[in-house]
């Protein structure tokens, strides 16, 4: 890579608009310029100085012509260095923390059940969390999230869990759809795909466009990355070909399933960069 000295170029960009910068541990300018170069040099004529009160003397100087390489590492703007999915997770635990402090006639979260890397069989038939979850929070009487910060949520004398170690985000309201009340709807407003331009390690926002543009009501079958369901060993699934979940909402970060259980709808948010496949 090497450095360039046109004043004229345009700067480098995140995205990588002259050229290409990698973003995937640090930022490497390949074409990037300098505001002001006050040094003159070539292969015969001693350095031109700016400011200095002379020129280059008669001597003469020699030497190859040279690239230097130039590589930046860095933590980037801010919205490039959170690679392990947990944006769309913190988002979606504010989301519903503020939600469970709703009065009527606005619908409360009533639970919530995490899950990591043990996903039980169960998910899509039973209501309530099961042992394997890393947190069960109930609302009742209230909510029992006690922080939520970028990197953790903790819930009492429950446990701290990582939010990277989220897969699954199982959750529901107290009301359903019969009582007048459109859940889809409120989760679309809040979780909704815009294309950014975002450099990160992990492929989050590639597979939330590819949801969207499947489209938004439509039927799937979730592989999850990196998890197991039940005691048994094989893959991490949400749906299935006969029972398969239904995209509620999707952002860049995070994708919001539902399924009926009975006369309840319960809602599963997944992270965009956990998803390893999806069926249609």
């Known amino acids: 890579m090497n450095y360039d000295s046109n004043y004229n170029a345009d700067y480098c960009s995140t995205c990588g608009s002259t050229g290409g910068c990698d973003?995937?541990?640090g930022h490497e300018y390949s074409a990037c310029s300098p505001d002001?170069?006050?040094v003159t040099v070539n292969n015969s004529t001693c350095p031109n100085v700016d400011g200095s009160t002379g020129t280059g003397g008669s001597s003469t100087s020699s030497g190859n012509s040279s690239t230097i390489n130039v590589?930046?590492?860095g933590n980037g703007d801010g919205d490039n260095d959170d690679c392990c999915c947990k944006n769309g997770v913190k988002k979606l635990l504010d989301y519903l923390y503020n939600r469970s402090l709703d009065v009527a006639p606005n619908n409360q979260t009533s639970s919530i059940c995490i899950y990591g890397n043990i996903i039980p069989d169960d998910i899509e038939t039973d209501i309530a969390c099961t042992g394997s979850s890393l947190l069960s929070i109930d609302t009742n009487p209230k909510i029992q999230i006690t922080t939520i910060t970028n990197d953790i949520v903790r819930a009492g004398i429950l446990g701290t869990v990582s939010l990277c170690s989220i897969s699954i985000i199982k959750?529901?309201?107290?009301?359903?759809?019969?009582?007048?009340?459109n859940e889809d709807a409120n989760l679309r407003k809040e979780f909704f795909y815009t294309q950014k331009c975002?450099?990160?390690?992990d492929c989050g926002n590639g597979v939330g466009q590819a949801l969207y543009l499947n489209g938004l009501g439509a039927k799937y079958t979730i592989t999850i990355q990196d998890t197991l369901n039940g005691a048994v060993i094989k893959q991490g699934t949400l749906g299935d070909n006969q029972d398969q979940v239904t995209l509620i909402a999707v952002d860049n970060d995070i994708a919001v399933f539902s399924s009926l259980i009975g006369t309840t709808t319960v809602y599963y948010g997944v992270p965009t960069c956990r998803i390893a496949k999806f069926i249609q």
Do not use: I, R, T
Request: charged share 20%; net charge negative.
């Open 23 to 25: 973003c995937c541990g």
């Open 36 to 38: 002001y170069n006050p």
């Open 71 to 73: 590589s930046v590492e």
């Open 171 to 181: 959750f529901k309201f107290q009301l359903a759809e019969a009582d007048g009340v």
């Open 198 to 201: 975002k450099c990160c390690c």
